[in-house]
């Protein structure tokens, strides 16, 4: 069991999320940033799709009633244990009547905690990520609070990586600054002139500190629609169109104003034209930047958009296979 001394900035439970369930208008929640709570569940031997703590800006302090095995990734944090600093990255044993705590970030937005057989709280359709705007799932359907209890799974039946293994520095991600996003266009691709989509791929934008799990928004320039007369069921606003599906990662541009990336919690559905999605394995990157950290969206094929999901999975197999080979010594 563990108990929430303090719970930081905003920590939530977080698994992989919870998909399949768009045709009842519920978004699929999960991990922001996939890739680092993968890593973070390798390292102590869970199975991926075990629940995670996802941090954000400020970690929580955490007592350990029970010995564990832990470890945190993303985001570069002060991470404690009765005072003394452990590493990020690295697998970390917890004694009994320990005390965990993690400060702010040093990079990027988001840190995640496993811990040896997962956070256990009682799955909601088939998931325990929390969907706060439903009060859904995780820790009662919201983010910690001090005096909340966690309850701790069994320990599975995997690999155990020992004690101080690590991802290699060369697996890990490379957090805020400047980054390209993979861009995919969409079929609302000719509601926007062709010199707004020319302006589109080559600006910088800056994200918005008013961004949260809903989306990222990104502060750059203006972009303008192609004249036409509104179709029945759309509004009078050039960016309206007839409702249509949000996949993550597909862009809007309200008013042609601010563009706003749709992460993990964003609505399923809606009547603003979308220019394209950002693929997939970018959008671990998109969720560790904040403000002012910028982005360029750079045009690929869906082809190319495929091959880089397959490069993540390829890193994915090379941190399983030499935390596997830790194991073994």
């Known amino acids: 069991m563990i108990t929430v001394?303090?719970?930081?900035?905003?920590?939530?439970?977080?698994?992989?999320?919870?998909?399949?369930?768009?045709?009842?208008?519920?978004?699929?929640s999960g991990a922001l940033?996939?890739?680092?709570?993968?890593?973070?569940n390798l390292l102590v031997?869970?199975?991926?799709?075990?629940?995670?703590?996802?941090?954000?800006?400020?970690?929580?302090?955490?007592?350990?009633?029970?010995?564990?095995t832990v470890a945190v990734t993303g985001g570069e944090a002060d991470v404690r244990i009765d005072g003394m600093p452990v590493p990020c990255w690295q697998t970390v044993f917890v004694d009994a009547g320990r005390v965990l705590r993690i400060g702010a970030l040093r990079t990027g937005c988001h840190a995640y905690l496993a811990v040896r057989g997962?956070?256990?709280?009682?799955?909601?359709?088939?998931?325990?990520?929390?969907?706060?705007?439903?009060?859904?799932?995780?820790?009662?359907?919201?983010?910690?609070?001090?005096?909340?209890?966690?309850?701790?799974?069994?320990?599975?039946?995997?690999?155990?990586?020992?004690?101080?293994?690590?991802?290699d520095p060369r697996l890990r991600p490379a957090l805020g600054g400047h980054q390209p996003l993979r861009f995919v266009e969409g079929l609302c691709r000719h509601r926007f002139t062709d010199e707004s989509?020319?302006?589109?791929?080559?600006?910088?934008?800056?994200v918005s500190p008013e961004s949260d799990r809903t989306g990222r928004r990104l502060i750059g320039p203006a972009l303008r629609f192609v004249d036409r007369e509104a179709p029945f069921g759309a509004g009078d606003n050039p960016s309206n169109v007839v409702d249509l599906g949000y996949p993550v990662g597909s862009v809007q541009v309200p008013n042609g104003e601010e563009a706003i990336c749709l992460l993990r919690d964003a609505v399923t559905g809606g009547g603003y034209a979308t220019i394209g999605t950002v693929v997939s394995s970018d959008l671990d990157v998109l969720a560790q930047l904040k403000a002012p950290d910028t982005v360029r969206f750079v045009p690929v094929s869906l082809d190319q958009a495929v091959t880089a999901?397959?490069?993540?999975?390829?890193?994915?197999?090379?941190?399983?296979?030499?935390?596997?080979?830790?194991?073994?010594?």
């Open 5 to 28: 001394l303090a719970p930081g900035a905003r920590t939530l439970v977080q698994d992989l999320g919870r998909d399949g369930q768009y045709a009842i208008g519920l978004p699929p």
């Open 33 to 40: 940033d996939q890739y680092s709570h993968r890593c973070a």
């Open 45 to 68: 031997g869970n199975h991926e799709t075990a629940a995670t703590l996802e941090i954000t800006m400020t970690g929580p302090e955490l007592h350990f009633a029970e010995p564990a």
């Open 118 to 167: 997962g956070i256990a709280t009682e799955p909601f359709l088939g998931s325990r990520s929390t969907y706060q705007s439903s009060a859904i799932g995780g820790h009662d359907g919201r983010a910690l609070a001090a005096g909340d209890t966690l309850p701790v799974g069994d320990e599975p039946d995997e690999i155990r990586p020992g004690q101080g293994s690590s991802v």
């Open 197 to 206: 989509v020319h302006e589109f791929f080559s600006s910088t934008f800056a």
């Open 309 to 329: 999901r397959r490069e993540r999975r390829d890193r994915l197999k090379h941190v399983r296979r030499g935390l596997r080979l830790l194991s073994l010594y």
